[in-house]
């Protein structure tokens, strides 16, 4: 009886026990949850919200400013430090700038040195301060800032021709966004290892140059290669993503430099409907791509004359520094020859939209100036192709640009093969002959159906058929005509045997049948580098040229990657 009794007392103690403990957890869980809102709101307090707790004789002095009085005071301090910033940044500028100077000196130049600099006695304006909270190891500030300045500086130029001329450079206006970033944070005063600085965004940058006793208008082409070349120094010098690294403690910063991150593949596929600036003819147009505006770093497409839907279908491989930032533009312009190119329309992706390892496929309205938004004149399209890999990203999907497949048929020798690290078949063959591959195989297309064509008979119907080819083979195929139809059903399938498939197009040409003449209702233009990648989609595809109407395809890759040596006449093919 004492047992059972005892049983009972134990069980009913354990049982308090445990509702006991729920009780006071989840007191706990509550008062956590009502600190964490406390936490919050005061986190969104702004300085009207506190003055309504607390009076105004419990803030310190630095709280009762407002944002112009904060920026107020940061000038005044800037002002007073003025004269030995001065000092040391004209001296770490004259370092900086004038090797890359140097890289960017004109050809009609035999030198090009400071024999003068220094950032004059008018400090700069801070018209913003913005902290970056992307990066919990170090702290991220960005400085807005006008400066009209009045510097000595002056450039040593020496012609090849012997002559020394000493050009004033004068009447600096500069607005723009600096980015300093302090980092690594440290349990030691003052609390950072090394300071970054970088310019982020340049908005506008003015200056005048003069011959000291005489007119550098006097000298032909001199002072437009010389504008070209400082502005050149200062966009390879110190703007983003270029981060000049200042020491604070002892220590190796090397990670806070400039550094290769990935590879940007874009494929300038074509553009459509660009404005006509010819008063006899059509525009001759071509683009520049890029993902810094430096003269080495810019590529141009080829020239395509007569023409306001060109089809340039070339591909550029670019190397990116800061995906996060960083964008890639396309300007395209009206070959003049002799004159200046005018330009037709720009336009831009930022590379944080891209997703890694995958291609995107995006047509971008063109606009005259990618700073002014309020452009709504028609100024065309521009197509493009883009696919970001990342160094670190493990290679789930093949990447046609790279790997064992070169990115110009028939000019890129392999740097696996030359390592040593090709295939077999590859290391088969001499390693003193080139060797390169095209990407070869049979492309299989189904036309399975049509929605929404335009009608182009009077009883509001159609008789469409498509006709498939290849740009680069003369290789046509025409699918059976479908009576009476603007939602054709055709399920038909055809091979094509491609040379090249990273540098060829197929197009589908969609025509209405009559019965002594055919009318044309609207095209699309395809590039094979999805294909290539997935080898083996279905999508849709809108018809250019028409009101309305797409296509729906199949598309089947089966590769044939071909080893060839310049030196002979077979290839060696290989799966």
Not at 406 to 421: A, I, K, Q, V, Y
Request: aromatic share 8%; with cysteine; proline share 5%.
């Amino acid at each position: 009886m004492g047992f059972l009794v005892g049983l009972v007392l134990g069980i009913a103690a354990g049982v308090a026990l445990i509702v006991g403990f729920a009780r006071a957890e989840n007191s706990r869980a509550a008062r956590r949850r009502q600190l964490a809102a406390t936490i919050s709101s005061f986190s969104k307090m702004t300085i009207e919200d506190s003055r309504k707790l607390l009076p105004g004789d419990l803030y310190p002095s630095w709280v009762v400013f407002s944002a112009q009085q904060k920026l107020k005071w940061l000038n005044q301090e800037l002002i007073k430090i003025w004269p030995f910033v001065n000092t040391a940044a004209s001296e770490l500028i004259k370092t900086s700038v004038e090797p890359v100077l140097e890289q960017y000196r004109p050809i009609v130049l035999a030198s090009l040195k400071f024999s003068k600099l220094t950032l004059g006695t008018v400090a700069p304006q801070f018209t913003g301060v913005s902290i970056i909270e992307n990066d919990e190891s170090g702290i991220v500030m960005e400085l807005e800032m006008n400066w009209d300045a009045n510097p000595s500086i002056i450039l040593d130029v020496k012609t090849r021709l012997g002559v020394s001329l000493p050009i004033q450079v004068k009447d600096i206006g500069f607005t723009g966004v600096f980015r300093l970033i302090f980092k690594p944070l440290v349990d030691q005063l003052p609390c950072f290892g090394a300071v970054c600085f970088s310019l982020r965004k340049k908005k506008k940058l003015d200056f005048r140059l003069k011959v000291i006793g005489g007119e550098i208008s006097a000298i032909p082409g001199i002072s437009d290669a010389l504008e070209d070349t400082i502005k050149n120094a200062i966009e390879d010098s110190i703007t983003w993503p270029v981060r000049k690294v200042i020491p604070i403690m002892p220590g190796d910063y090397s990670d806070l430099e400039l550094k290769p991150v990935g590879t940007l593949e874009v494929k300038l596929v074509q553009a459509r409907d660009l404005t006509n600036k010819d008063l006899i003819g059509k525009s001759d147009p071509f683009a520049i791509v890029y993902v810094r505006p430096l003269p080495d770093k810019m590529k141009r497409s080829k020239t395509i004359n007569n023409d306001l839907n060109p089809i340039w279908n070339e591909h550029f491989e670019f190397i990116v520094e800061d995906a996060d930032t960083q964008t890639v533009t396309v300007k395209i312009y009206d070959d003049d020859g002799i004159q200046e190119s005018e330009l037709i329309g720009c336009a831009q992706v930022t590379l944080k939209d891209l997703q890694p390892g995958k291609v995107k496929d995006v047509w971008l309205k063109l606009v005259k100036d990618l700073e002014i938004q309020r452009d709504r004149k028609d100024r065309g399209q521009v197509h493009l192709e883009l696919l970001y890999c990342p160094f670190d990203m493990k290679e789930e999907t093949p990447n046609p640009f790279r790997q064992q497949f070169s990115m110009t048929s028939l000019e890129r020798t392999m740097t696996s093969m030359e390592n040593g690290s090709g295939s077999t078949g590859f290391n088969r063959m001499s390693s003193r002959k080139k060797k390169e591959i095209i990407m070869r195989g049979v492309l299989s297309v189904t036309v399975i159906s049509g929605e929404d064509l335009p009608a182009m008979d009077m009883n509001g119907k159609s008789d469409p058929y498509v006709v498939l080819s290849l740009k680069k083979s003369k290789t046509k195929y025409k699918t059976r005509v479908v009576s009476e139809s603007l939602n054709p059903v055709w399920n038909q399938t055809f091979d094509f045997v491609v040379e090249d498939g990273l540098h060829d197009m197929l197009m589908l040409e969609v025509y209405d049948h009559d019965t002594f003449s055919r009318d044309y209702m609207g095209r699309c233009i395809l590039t094979l580098t999805k294909v290539l990648i997935e080898e083996d989609y279905k999508d849709s595809f809108k018809l250019e040229g028409a009101k309305s109407g797409k296509l729906n395809l199949h598309l089947k890759w089966s590769p044939q990657p071909i080893f060839r040596d310049s030196r002979e006449e077979d290839s060696l093919r290989f799966r």
